[in-house]
């Protein structure tokens, strides 16, 4: 029996480490993707606080606050893609996504 649980255990412990590593990959890119996408516009601002004669072309400002918008786009899509109760509700909400049942041969004869 002592086997038997220790066998268990050591399942739920190499699950409970697939889990956690999953967890911190996900976190990490989260984190890294926030990085990427804010740091232009931070940069940005402090150029235009430290050089307030400086001017730049509305077009440069839009991309950077696009690139921004970007990362509040793409994180919900992350969390949808690595975790699996999401993904399931998710699946679950496409209409046309039907779940067909496997008919029984015996029913038609």
């Known amino acids: 029996m002592a086997a038997h649980s220790a066998v268990g255990s050591s399942t ?3 699950q409970s480490k697939k889990i956690q590593m999953s ?5 990490s890119l989260v984190s890294v993707l926030f990085a990427i996408t804010w740091a232009p516009g931070q ?3 402090l150029i235009l606080n430290i050089h307030k004669s400086l001017t730049f072309h509305e077009g440069f400002f839009n991309a ?3 690139i921004a918008y970007l990362y509040l ?3 919900p899509l ?3 893609t ?3 109760p999401v993904k399931r509700v998710l699946l679950a909400l496409i209409p046309w996504k039907k779940t067909t049942q496997p008919t029984d ?3 038609m004869t």
């Open 12 to 14: 739920a412990q190499t």
């Open 23 to 27: 967890i911190i990959k996900t976190m």
């Open 43 to 45: 940069v940005f601002y």
């Open 64 to 66: 950077i606050l696009f």
């Open 73 to 75: 786009c793409t994180n």
């Open 78 to 80: 992350i969390y949808a």
């Open 82 to 84: 690595k975790f699996d």
């Open 105 to 107: 041969s015996n029913e």
